[in-house]
């Protein structure tokens, strides 16, 4: 039977368990180290004086080995970013990199397997799983890839960061006709829930992502409404707004 894993990102330094990750992360090193792969040779000559990196070899019953890469991104603290930030460990992104062993250096594609990964707590944030990577050109190398991704990622997460200061003027505008909230994301400003009242009706409502002109049209329009309603306003990253009228239970 074949044996796989994936590249694991490290935890913060403490207790026995960092020091058998710590120990684990050496042994894998030193394992690819040891591949007779000449394009694996060079890409890791580019980039293991990088801080952080990880590497693992991965062994399989019925194709080629391959290796991984954990390539930590952005030379950025995450957590001083956002004001009163949860999060009690180090967020971090990190491209994770494939490559299939060969024994020259043209026999292997031309192009790694590459995806963004990142701590599931970031998502309250910023999500790495809706970013579209860079093309990998013929013939680029790691240390060329890396550079142009890390610009465009900087740029996507100081844009995350300054989304929560206009998030939050939206739900400190809807306290102006609605009310305080009984319920908000002090946070990241992605959830508020509002109670208000147009006659004998009571209305819930909740908004949840951007504050969009689609956001403001709807709960005016709400006053309209011959029954209460929980209208739920979900609003993607990119401005798209998706909403869901249901009655209320």
Partial sequence: MGMSSSVFISSPKHSSKSLFQDQYVLYQGKRVGEVDDDRLKFEVSTIVSREGLEMHMCSFADKSEEVKFAVPLLDMNINKM???CPWKQLQKIYLQVVYPVGRKYMSASSAPRLKLVSSFELKA?????????PSWLDGMCLAEYLPNLEEYLEKQVLEAVSLIDVRRRFIEALAVPLGRPVEADPVFC????FLSASGVFTFLLEHMGSASDASVLLIQQLASVSKPLVTKVCAAHDGGDHRRVEPLS
């Fill in 190 to 193: 992605r959830k508020a829930t």
């Fill in 82 to 84: 956002v004001s009163g």
């Fill in 125 to 133: 944030l910023y999500s790495v799983d809706d970013v579209k990577l």
